[in-house]
């Protein structure tokens, strides 16, 4: 006589290793992104860009580090002492003066912060650094 067995059941696939294994590379992929900072330089809208008579006006001031680590104001190469006395100008003139430092993509960490440091002691409290990269 011959029996017959039952074919073995089909192995159900589970989807919870997968499942697990996507939320931890999710997580783990928001955690390492970075992301865009749109605040660095606030535009101004045609309206808010004309001076009102009684209005204080916005200062805004750009340095850009150079490759030797030297700051530049509008193409000129400036010195620690004349780059104070322009902050100092700048800060009697509005207390809330922005300055946006620039660095070269060659300049120096140690550059960066030691411009960071003498803007911070000059009295300068609106402080933004702007990275631009290169379009590949």
């Known amino acids: 006589m011959i029996l017959k067995r039952r074919a073995p059941p089909q192995a159900l696939i589970s989807l919870v290793p997968m499942i697990d294994v996507m939320l931890i590379l999710l997580v783990f992929f928001m955690v390492t992104s970075t ?11 045609p309206a808010e860009g004309r001076a009102q008579p009684n209005e204080p006006s916005d200062t805004r001031l750009m340095i ?50 030691s411009i ?11 402080m933004r650094v702007l990275r631009l990269e290169a379009r590949q």
Not at 35 to 45: F, K
Not at 116 to 126: I, K, L, P, R
């Open 35 to 45: 992301y865009l900072n749109l605040d660095m330089i606030p535009a101004l809208h």
């Open 64 to 113: 850009r580090i150079q490759a030797d680590g030297r700051p530049s104001l509008r193409g000129d190469t400036l010195t620690p002492q004349e780059l104070n006395q322009i902050l100092a100008q700048a800060l009697a003139k509005d207390p809330q003066a922005q300055l946006v430092i620039l660095p070269s993509n060659s300049a120096s960490t140690q550059d960066l912060i």
């Open 116 to 126: 960071m440091d003498q803007s911070a002691t000059a009295g300068v409290q609106n």
